[in-house]
């Protein structure tokens, strides 16, 4: 009621109640978060997991903003890409051997369309950057049997 008295309204998104926020509070509630919500994710037998790899994703696309590369292949990349290997199972991407310099990695399902699995060759990066549709422009890859709409988990 005080905000209609004071003719002070927003749209009551958390970015309206935050927008005056100092950097240091907003840090904070972030921190706040993450610790509060890790044992809650870690509790729930997987059903979270692909929340806990969009926030690890969302701190590449803060790398990837601030010009840091490779922005998706940090610390964690090997919990993260085991974390999209299951993800990319359960969200019909269609089966895909990908060969990385670290490895090989076996992603998605087999599809009903699908004769062969398909094949990709690139960095962990840019695999990253594939299955969460993020940017993949000057990031070399090859990509055979599949185009990369079909490979984005978060639809």
Known sequence: MTRIAEDCLHDFSPASERHDWPLERII???????????????????????????????????RAALGISP???????????????????????????????????LMGTWLPHQETPAGLVADADTLVRLYTGRPVNDHPFTLRGAFPAELVIYR
């Open 71 to 105: 922005a998706y292949a940090v610390e964690g990349t090997d919990d993260a890409l085991a974390l999209l290997a299951t993800c990319s199972q359960t969200r019909d991407t269609p089966l895909l051997a990908a060969h990385l310099p670290e490895g090989d990695l």
């Open 28 to 62: 904070d509630e972030l921190d706040r978060g993450y610790r509060q919500a890790g044992p809650v994710i870690a509790a729930a037998n997987g059903r979270l997991d692909v929340i806990a790899l969009g926030e690890w994703v969302h701190a590449g696309d803060v």
